[in-house]
């Protein structure tokens, strides 16, 4: 745990994995009252209905984004990806039913993250930008200065909202 000393983190990942958990309980709470209500409730489906809610919980279950001086990782349940933003050679905004960003380094290491960690969390952001202008003047970073500083124009503006909502001036 030595590297993740003074590293930036997620301050909304508990609540977004309990957020994850009460969905899929919640899930498998309605469907076990409904199989019961219509008396066509059995061992194996009250199984089948712990197992759909237990994918519902999978599904929505956060990565984890930490960063600290030039890197970036996500860990999800399965295992932990890492960059080098220092060594960045490529950003990309992917667009979908959630923005991602897709970052490439040198070294051949990517990482698949969604936004919201970022814009919520402005020392996550700065310590991603941080690393990337070291490796844009270095030379390194070949793709997405636009993104970048598309990124960085919308970071300060949710954090200036954020200011304002919690000073009253909204």
Request: charge should be positive; hydrophobic fraction near 50%.
């Amino acid at each position: 745990m030595e590297h993740l000393k003074g590293a930036a983190h997620d301050h909304r990942w508990a609540r977004d994995v309990r957020e994850a958990a009460w969905s899929g309980g919640g899930l498998h709470a309605a469907l076990l009252l409904i199989d019961c209500g219509s008396g066509r409730f059995t061992l194996w489906r009250g199984m089948l209905w712990a197992a759909l809610a237990l994918l519902l919980f999978l599904v929505l279950f956060p990565a984890h984004v930490t960063a600290g001086e030039n890197w970036l990782a996500s860990r999800r349940l399965l295992g932990e990806r890492r960059v080098r933003t220092d060594l960045l050679v490529s950003v990309r905004c992917l667009d979908g039913v959630s923005q991602r960003l897709l970052l490439r380094d040198a070294l051949g290491a990517q990482v698949l993250i969604d936004l919201r960690p970022l814009l919520n969390n402005p020392d996550l952001w700065h310590r991603l930008e941080e690393g990337a202008r070291k490796a844009d003047a270095d030379g390194l970073l070949l793709c997405g200065r636009t993104a970048l500083q598309r990124l960085s124009v919308r970071a300060d503006r949710e954090t200036a909202l954020a200011v304002f909502k919690v000073s009253g001036l909204e």
